[in-house]
């Protein structure tokens, strides 16, 4: 029971965010009472706390399992990373065209001010650990010969993980997903045409284009806003 009320109020956290998580709303979701929560965690904070450590931990752990693979290519690291967040993204916006809130760690930091110190700490610490393993991941691709040795590992570095720290609102501004597809994709190239090693350039830019699934998504999503637009005009 007490991994589904983790799992349940991990949903609620990202949909509703710290502020509107409700012990009542969890228990009717699982059929349990009140009282049951509060014997597993005690307050609405050491829950919240639990929630975001194991979560930072988690998502952590998967970025650093693509970006320290040995035999991954650089720009492939790009496009898993791109698709780590495409997964999490479609569990709460199913069509692929809506911008509902789907990163529980975009949604804390909003709230950080409210939440417990190990709360922070954890934000805190999973953007230092995302940046330490990119940087790796980057070094990586120095010496594998796929980037150029004066490639400015710092700036690339930067690009990477302030596209992923902002992924969550990223979506939610566009109202989908292709914008933050297209970012990633965008970085891609720049750094292959600015610091890809010679001789790599045509194999490592395939795939580097946005996916004709989300642009047409992205063009029916546009297409219905424009009609529900003239409708209430």
């Given at each position: 029971?007490?991994?589904?009320?983790?799992?349940?109020?991990?949903?609620?956290?990202?949909?509703?965010?710290?502020?509107?998580?409700?012990?009542?709303?969890?228990?009717?979701?699982l059929?349990?009472?009140?009282?049951?929560?509060?014997?597993?965690?005690?307050?609405?904070?050491?829950?919240?706390e639990?929630?975001?450590?194991?979560?930072?931990?988690?998502?952590?752990?998967?970025?650093?399992?693509?970006?320290?693979?040995?035999?991954?290519?650089?720009?492939?690291?790009?496009?898993?990373?791109?698709?780590?967040?495409?997964?999490?993204?479609?569990?709460?916006?199913?069509?692929?065209?809506?911008?509902?809130?789907?990163?529980?760690?975009?949604?804390?930091?909003?709230?950080?001010?409210?939440?417990?110190?190990?709360?922070?700490?954890?934000?805190?610490?999973?953007?230092?650990?995302?940046?330490?393993?990119?940087?790796?991941?980057?070094?990586?691709?120095?010496?594998?010969?796929?980037?150029?040795?004066?490639?400015?590992?710092?700036?690339?570095?930067?690009?990477?993980?302030?596209?992923?720290?902002?992924?969550?609102?990223?979506?939610?501004?566009?109202?989908?997903?292709?914008?933050?597809?297209?970012?990633?994709?965008?970085?891609?190239?720049?750094?292959?045409?600015a610091?890809?090693?010679?001789?790599?350039?045509?194999?490592?830019?395939?795939?580097?284009?946005?996916?004709?699934?989300?642009?047409?998504?992205?063009?029916?999503?546009?297409?219905?806003?424009?009609?529900?637009?003239?409708?209430?005009?």
């Amino acid at each position: 029971m007490r991994d589904q009320i983790k799992q349940k109020s991990t949903e609620m956290l990202i949909r509703y965010g710290y502020r509107g998580l409700r012990f009542q709303q969890i228990a009717d979701a699982l059929g349990i009472t009140r009282s049951n929560i509060h014997y597993h965690f005690g307050s609405k904070h050491a829950l919240a706390e639990e929630v975001v450590l194991d979560y930072t931990t988690v998502t952590l752990t998967m970025f650093e399992a693509v970006w320290d693979a040995p035999d991954t290519s650089f720009q492939t690291k790009i496009t898993q990373t791109k698709d780590l967040n495409l997964r999490r993204y479609l569990a709460f916006n199913p069509e692929g065209v809506s911008g509902n809130p789907w990163s529980l760690i975009a949604r804390m930091r909003a709230e950080r001010e409210v939440l417990s110190q190990r709360s922070r700490t954890a934000l805190t610490d999973f953007g230092k650990g995302l940046e330490r393993c990119m940087t790796r991941g980057v070094r990586m691709a120095i010496e594998r010969g796929e980037l150029r040795a004066d490639a400015p590992v710092a700036d690339i570095v930067l690009q990477l993980v302030s596209i992923a720290n902002s992924a969550g609102p990223i979506t939610q501004d566009a109202d989908g997903f292709e914008r933050l597809e297209h970012l990633y994709m965008a970085v891609a190239r720049i750094v292959q045409h600015a610091y890809g090693a010679p001789g790599l350039a045509p194999e490592a830019m395939t795939g580097l284009e946005v996916s004709p699934a989300n642009r047409s998504k992205a063009a029916r999503a546009q297409q219905r806003r424009g009609k529900q637009a003239a409708r209430s005009n």
